[in-house]
């Protein structure tokens, strides 16, 4: 089982930047896939960027193509999400997600992460 902590949200103006974190416990952490998702006020969760375990691989939403990146740190167990030229519609509660993968696999569905983090709000005013 892994626990995941979010962090790095907050308020920002369009066209900034911010980095959201996620925290992992576990000692097998590049054993998961990891996936950012957000969920802004009367919408729905969507998927914004995929990364596999050993970080070989990634995917990102064609929303946040070319301003968002993701990455991870197995050493470190954490995975993050830079987050660039920042638009008032990237506003919502971001989570990270995790799905054991013995392979180098993407998932962009939410339905395939076994365990999720608490989420952290990011507002983007204009």
């Known amino acids: 089982q892994v626990q995941l902590v979010e962090s790095g949200g907050g308020s920002v103006q369009a066209g900034g930047s911010l980095t959201l974190s996620c925290a992992a416990s576990?000692?097998?952490?590049?054993?998961?896939?990891m996936g950012w998702f957000r969920q802004a006020p009367g919408k729905e969760r969507e998927f914004v960027a995929g990364?596999?375990?050993?970080?070989?691989?990634?995917y990102s939403a064609d929303s946040v193509k070319g301003r968002f990146t993701i990455s991870r740190d197995n050493d470190r167990n954490t995975v993050n999400l830079q987050m660039n030229s920042l638009k008032p519609e990237d506003t919502a509660i971001y989570y990270c997600?995790?799905?054991?993968?013995?392979?180098?696999?993407?998932?962009?569905?939410?339905?395939?992460?076994?365990?999720w983090g608490q989420g952290t709000q990011v507002t983007v005013s204009s």
């Open positions: 990364i596999s375990g050993r970080g070989g691989r990634t």
């Open positions: 576990g000692r097998t952490f590049s054993s998961y896939a």
């Open positions: 997600a995790a799905k054991p993968s013995t392979w180098e696999l993407i998932f962009d569905s939410g339905s395939d992460y076994d365990y």
